[in-house]
T-cell receptor, first 119, second 114 residues
Framework: GAVVSQHPSRVICKSGTSVKIECRSL??????MFWYRQFPKQSLMLMAT?????????EQGVEKDKFLINHASLTLSTLTVTSAHPEDSSFYIC???????????????FGPGTRLTVL | AQSVTQLDSHVSVSEGTPVLLRCNYS??????LFWYVQHPNKGLQLLLK??????LVKGINGFEAEFKKSETSFHLTKPSAHMSDAAEYFC????????????FGDGTTLTVKP
């Protein structure tokens, strides 16, 4: 149980285009999902917290207009990188928290990641 | 506030010898502590977690960790390393009272020599 999928696993796009990445919790509901960015040989950097039915909360320094997050249902969150540029190339990983946070678990389950390359 | 320090960026062991990956933490909350493993170009897999129950936590693949509050440590150990254990390991502190946010250590690269 507690499986999280991401799609696509790898994407290559031209500079200036937009890319959408999906994160799905396959066998549980998640009111909260997180989006991370990971540079080579580095740790994960939290970009934003995605809450079902409300606006995402972005970490300091993350452009909310560039990284659009939508959490449309209890099992799906999407990250759209708008007008992508080569510096946006990175490994993007999502995670999901099962259940309702109020008194619930704080164990995150991670997706397999999406490798974005912007040419 | 919460933070995590992984004391070794690289650890190299021979196959069949013990593994020790060190982690210290600080937290203003009642934290949960986790160890995750990441193989190249893959997501993170949960190895084990501490959530205020037993201080010695057993995880998958023979790994275990001991929570020591007095030392604010949560070191990961395995009695005998296997070649397949070579990967990146992250120590993570989290608290649902902190909106479920996790703070990651910088990671420790484990190399296993034949």
């Amino acid at each position: 149980g507690a499986v999280v999928s991401q799609h696509p696993s790898r994407v290559i796009c031209k500079s200036g285009t937009s890319v959408k990445i999906e994160c799905r919790s396959l066998d549980f509901q998640a009111t909260t999902m997180f989006w991370y960015r990971q540079f080579p040989k580095q740790s994960l950097m939290l970009m934003a917290t995605s809450n079902e039915g409300s606006k995402a909360t972005y970490e300091q320094g993350v452009e909310k207009d560039k990284f659009l997050i939508n959490h449309a249902s209890l099992t799906l969150s999407t990250l759209t990188v708008t007008s992508a540029h080569p510096e946006d190339s990175s490994f993007y990983i999502c995670s999901a928290l099962p259940g309702n946070l109020a008194g619930g678990t704080d164990t995150q389950y991670f997706g397999p990641g999406t490798r974005l390359t912007v040419l | 506030a919460q933070s995590v320090t992984q004391l070794d960026s690289h650890v190299s062991v021979s196959e069949g010898t013990p593994v020790l990956l060190r982690c210290n933490y600080s937290s203003s909350y009642s934290p949960s502590l986790f160890w995750y493993v990441q193989h190249p170009n893959k997501g993170l897999q949960l190895l084990l977690k501490y959530t205020s129950a037993a201080t010695l936590v057993k995880g998958i693949n023979g790994f275990e960790a001991e929570f020591k509050k007095s030392e604010t440590s949560f070191h990961l150990t395995k009695p005998s390393a296997h070649m397949s254990d070579a990967a990146e390991y992250f120590c993570v502190v989290s608290a649902w009272t902190n909106a479920g946010k996790s703070t990651f250590g910088d990671g420790t690269t484990l190399t296993v020599k034949p």
